[in-house]
């Protein structure tokens, strides 16, 4: 049998509007971005989340910058709930999550603020309202509580008052501020940001070869490693036992970006490292159990733990490859990128009642065990967007330069 075919440019294209179009309801009445049910319709029984409300100002505001029609009125309605409903007027910063009653989640999380910080970057690169004092607060915020500069590294969590921090330190949390931290450098044109985000990966660049590439996620409050947490909940949805497939695949393309960011001054080891995390993600994650797909878990000597599989898991492998591809010509890149774009084919994009299935069993067949819907469309669009856009700048500033006129790797 030959090797499956990748998918062309007109057909990226064609899928991310198609994705798009998904997510046209998104806009929630108290403000922000809804969670969407398995039809695209808003579940205005769940709370508005931070993280998805910035995801979707980001995705939408993409497709502001690739002319699809009505995604900028999309994203700026979406914005418009990260500067009301979801801020913190009284503390600062952005809650959790507002539920549908109003009540706050008061939690202030790393992982949040990383999040709006891209969200403004992409709105301000799309030239949204209100999208410059958004990104100047988000960065005052993130500079003020969530970025230690004697260490290097991230705090993850805070009460709402900013009394005291969360003992918990995560490499999650750190993944998502390096990617926004790249696109705040892009944007704002101050290259702290970049360094700051070459400061982040030096801890993956220590942490890959010392556990054969899986990476640990959890930490306590002085950054020593906690294998076990949350060995009884190990389908956890932010916080999961043992090594998450889908984070290796996703730091390995992370680190390519800021090589290609920061050009010479770059830290030796990205490349090593990504190539590293990207060949243990494939040999402990795909097909590891007798049917395509990436599981989601494994434990620390690389055995399955959670077997579903997500679809953002898919949607990273075929970005990460493509990056290695665009960074290194090897042909084993390209072979990934086309035989998981034929998996998303087959078994994740629902051609009925649309964008991705963001879960399926073990069998791949839908289920709704850890993510119930089809919440947001972050991790889908950027795996149409990425394959064809340059490794920097940041992908945002990318399609806004590219005016259309995209190649892919």
Not at 113 to 124: I, K, R
Not at 185 to 207: C, F, P
Not at 220 to 234: E, S
Not at 382 to 395: I, K, V, Y
Request: glycine share 10%.
């Amino acid at each position: 049998m030959s090797d499956p075919a990748p998918p062309d440019d007109a057909w990226l294209d064609d899928e991310c509007r198609r994705l798009l179009g998904f997510g046209r309801r998104v806009v929630h009445p108290r403000g922000g971005a809804a969670w969407l049910d398995d039809d695209g319709a808003p579940d205005l029984a769940r709370p508005v989340h931070t993280w998805i409300t910035s995801r979707m100002v980001h995705v939408f505001g993409l497709g502001a910058l690739m002319g699809v029609e009505g995604s900028a009125s999309i994203a700026t309605a979406a914005l418009a709930g990260l500067r009301t409903t979801l801020r913190d007027d009284e503390h600062g910063g952005w809650f959790g999550a507002v539920a549908p009653d109003g009540e706050p989640d008061g939690a202030k999380s790393c992982y949040a603020h990383a999040f709006v910080m891209l969200a403004g970057s992409t709105a301000v690169v799309a030239g949204l309202p209100g999208a410059e004092p958004l990104l100047a607060e988000a960065t005052r915020v993130f500079e003020a509580r969530f970025w230690d500069d004697d260490l290097g590294r991230v705090v993850d969590e805070w009460d709402r008052a900013w009394t005291t921090p969360a003992p918990y330190r995560g490499l999650n949390s750190t993944m998502h501020a390096l990617e926004a931290m790249l696109a705040v450098g892009d944007v704002t044109g101050d290259d702290v940001w970049h360094r700051r985000a070459a400061r982040l990966a030096g801890l993956v660049v220590e942490l890959a070869p010392s556990y054969d590439g899986r990476l640990p996620e959890h930490f306590g409050p002085d950054w020593a490693v906690d294998l076990d947490l949350n060995r009884d909940r190990p389908d956890d949805p932010f916080k999961p036992y043992g090594a998450t497939v889908g984070h290796g695949l996703e730091w390995s393309r992370l680190l390519l970006h800021l090589e290609a960011t920061l050009g010479e001054v770059a830290p030796a080891g990205l490349l090593d490292t990504s190539r590293l995390l990207f060949d243990r993600a494939v040999a402990d994650g795909w097909h590891a159990d007798g049917a395509p797909g990436f599981v989601y878990t494994t434990d620390w000597e690389g055995r399955p733990v959670v077997r579903e599989r997500m679809h953002w898991v898919t949607a990273e492998a075929i970005a990460a490859a493509a990056a290695l591809h665009r960074r290194t010509g090897e042909g084993r890149y390209a072979r990934r990128y086309a035989e998981w774009w034929a998996y998303a084919r087959e078994h994740l994009l629902d051609r009925e009642r649309g964008s991705w299935h963001h879960e399926l069993d073990a069998a791949n067949w839908p289920q709704a065990s850890v993510w119930p819907g089809k919440p947001d469309l972050y991790h889908a669009v950027q795996a149409t967007l990425l394959p064809r856009m340059p490794l920097a700048p940041s992908l945002a500033r990318a399609v806004a330069l590219s005016d259309g006129r995209t190649a892919r790797a």
